[in-house]
């Protein structure tokens, strides 16, 4: 029996040995490792990513720092450590200095240790210092220090330069903060006018401007300036960016090179013996100083025309006695033969039957067409005033079975497709009749400059 016994046990453990042969086979690779690892000991070691803490504004914090061992010791391993400034600094009480010594018991793989960080209400950049390990003893060193950065609370200053730019370009702004904040800000910029005004100098923005948290560049700004083809001197406009999470807010300003203008008109071609398109804009109230003459000062674009261009020095009035109806409808058809007085609606008695320049257009198969600003539909004074709409008084021949044809809104005036005649009535703001020289310039300057670039007026 004993024999027997000792048979078995002897085959149980050759069976154990085998199998554990067999595994060593395929596992040896690793477990080589494993032993090699365990034969060089632990190694201790702080995060190598930076620890970040918010500053508070008053008091003391503790930021905690984890040391680790990489795998278990059997006997203490025991590490020094201390604080060591950077942009950080004991001196300034931004953190309390620290040192010590941690100690790791068998079986144990982490130790914390504490450093106080100051709060404070000074306005200040992120900061950071560094908690280093040194001298461990019962492991080797790994990676040994971990940076701690102290976030600033306190509301950051904004900061960004003016912009210089050439018409037709962009100003770009780049809002920054002068501190970096422990939260994303969402703030606003807005253009404003100074000596260039919108939308003629630049186009009025208003845009979101965002920072993410701890980052000091935000969102860029783009105003564009409108190359207007007018000589004018160097004209600026603001951008304020503001909101909450900033200290204040703050304003730059935009500065639009002088520019020497372009020739508004004459494509220096000859003048064609007979011209295919005319187009007239009509606008009232202004001597030859606001619009041409020596000290004009709050009309440039005007001006430009009246310097570039042709222009009357004398001329006649239809009548000096009467009211605006009376000149509108005597201009369309080159005399007073009319009964439209004053200014008077269209009707029966206030109506001209004389033959006028639409229907002699409309005779000689081209396309004549009265635009009103404002009107919404056609052979209507809707938005505007019927006194300075001529077409709507002309009522003789098929004048009046045609007003549809030829007075419409003037949101349909395109100048890439012009008829052979176009009369435009602006609203009684745009034409000078309500408004300021500078609300009447503004309105020359989009609609006129357009039909000036035009293919048409371009092909002379």
């Known amino acids: 029996m004993r024999f027997e016994a000792a048979i ?10 085998t199998m554990f042969a067999a595994g060593l086979a395929l596992t040896g690779l690793a477990l080589n490792a494993t032993v090699d690892a365990a034969a060089a000991g632990p190694v201790v070691s702080v995060p190598s990513t930076v620890l970040g803490q918010v500053e508070g504004n008053a008091g003391a914090t503790d930021v905690v720092v984890t040391a680790s061992l990489s795998q278990p010791a059997a ?12 942009t950080a600094t004991a001196a300034d009480l931004d953190y309390t200095p620290t040192t010590g010594t941690l100690t790791f018991p068998p ?6 240790l504490s450093v106080a960080v100051n709060g404070d209400t000074k306005l200040e950049d992120y900061q950071r210092f560094t908690v280093k390990l040194s001298t461990p003893v019962g492991a080797t060193m790994g990676h040994a220090a971990q940076i701690v950065e102290i976030r600033n609370d306190e509301l950051p200053k904004l900061s960004f330069a003016a912009a210089s730019v050439v018409e037709g370009t962009a100003a770009h702004f780049i809002p920054k903060l002068a501190q970096a904040y422990h939260l994303p800000l969402s703030l606003t910029a807005q253009s404003a006018n100074r000596t260039a005004i919108a939308p003629g100098d630049y186009t009025t923005t208003s845009a979101p401007v965002t920072f993410a948290a ?4 935000g969102t860029a700004v783009d105003v564009p300036t409108i190359a207007d083809g007018i000589a004018e001197p160097k004209e600026t406009f603001a951008l304020t960016v503001s909101g909450t999470g900033v200290a204040a807010s703050l304003t730059k300003l935009a500065t639009i090179a002088a520019s020497t203008g372009a020739a508004t008109c004459n494509t220096g071609q000859a003048a064609p013996a007979q011209y295919e398109k005319v187009v007239v804009f009509s606008f009232e109230n202004r001597s030859w100083t606001d619009v041409g003459g020596p000290g004009f000062t709050s009309m440039p674009y005007a001006h430009s025309l009246a310097t570039a261009c042709s222009y009357f020095t004398s001329w006649t009035e239809a009548d000096t006695h009467q009211n605006s109806a009376t000149q509108y409808v005597s201009q369309g058809q080159g005399d007073t033969n009319h009964t439209v007085l004053n200014d008077c609606p269209p009707s029966a008695t206030c109506q001209s039957t004389a033959d006028n320049i639409f229907r002699q257009a409309r005779t000689a198969g081209k396309a004549a067409i009265n635009y009103v600003e404002g009107a919404t539909a056609p052979c209507s004074a809707s938005g505007s005033a019927a006194k300075h709409i001529p077409a709507l008084y002309y009522r003789g021949a098929d004048d009046s079975a045609n007003c549809t044809a030829q007075v419409r ?3 349909e005036f395109d100048p890439a497709h012009l008829p052979s005649f176009a009369f435009v009535t602006p609203t009684l703001c745009n034409d000078g009749h309500d408004c300021v020289n500078a609300t009447v310039d503004l309105w020359m300057q989009q609609n006129i ?9 371009q092909a002379g």
């Open 409 to 411: 809104p003037y949101s």
């Open 75 to 86: 006997t203490d391993v025991t590490v020094h450590y201390a604080t060591v400034n950077g």
């Open 214 to 217: 701890g980052v000091k560049i």
């Open 449 to 457: 400059a357009p039909v000036i670039a035009s293919a048409d007026y």
């Open 8 to 17: 078995k046990t002897h085959l149980q453990t050759r069976v154990v040995i």
């Open 107 to 112: 079986g144990t793989t982490t130790q914390t």
